[in-house]
Nanobody, 124 residues
Framework: QVQLVESGGELVQAGGSLRLSCAAS????????MGWFRQAPGKEREFVAC????????YYAGSVKGRFTVSRDNAQNTGYLQMNSLKPEDTAVYYC?????????????????WGQGTQVTVSS
């Protein structure tokens, strides 16, 4: 069982940066692939990025590649999403998720554990 708590979302101007954190409970965090998803009003939840348990492999959605960086600190049971060059279209509730696998996972239905979400608003 893993519990996830996101933090770091706030209002930021376009071009700015934010770092989201995802604190995980449990002693087996380093056996889970961690993903980040987002959901804007009126839209479906979409994949943003993921990172495998040892941090060796990352994968990004095309819309964020080159601007966002996913990372993790297994000693601290925490994952991160560094977001740079933010755009108004990045405005959404951001969720972290976890699944017990060593593989890259991009589909939301494959993730077993979810956080409550944190709001990111980018003003133009």
């Amino acid at each position: 069982q893993v519990q996830l708590v996101e933090s770091g979302g706030e209002l930021v101007q376009a071009g700015g940066s934010l770092r989201l954190s995802c604190a995980a409970s449990g002693r087996t965090f380093d056996t889970y692939t961690m993903g980040w998803f987002r959901q804007a009003p009126g839209k479906e939840r979409e994949f943003v990025a993921c990172i495998t348990p040892n941090g060796g492999t990352t994968y990004y959605a095309g819309s964020v590649k080159g601007r966002f960086t996913v990372s993790r600190d297994n000693a601290q049971n925490t994952g991160y999403l560094q977001m740079n060059s933010l755009k108004p279209e990045d405005t959404a509730v951001y969720y972290c998720a976890a699944v017990a696998t060593h593989l890259v996972v991009i589909w939301s239905y494959q993730y077993h554990y979810w956080g409550q979400g944190t709001q990111v608003t980018v003003s133009s």
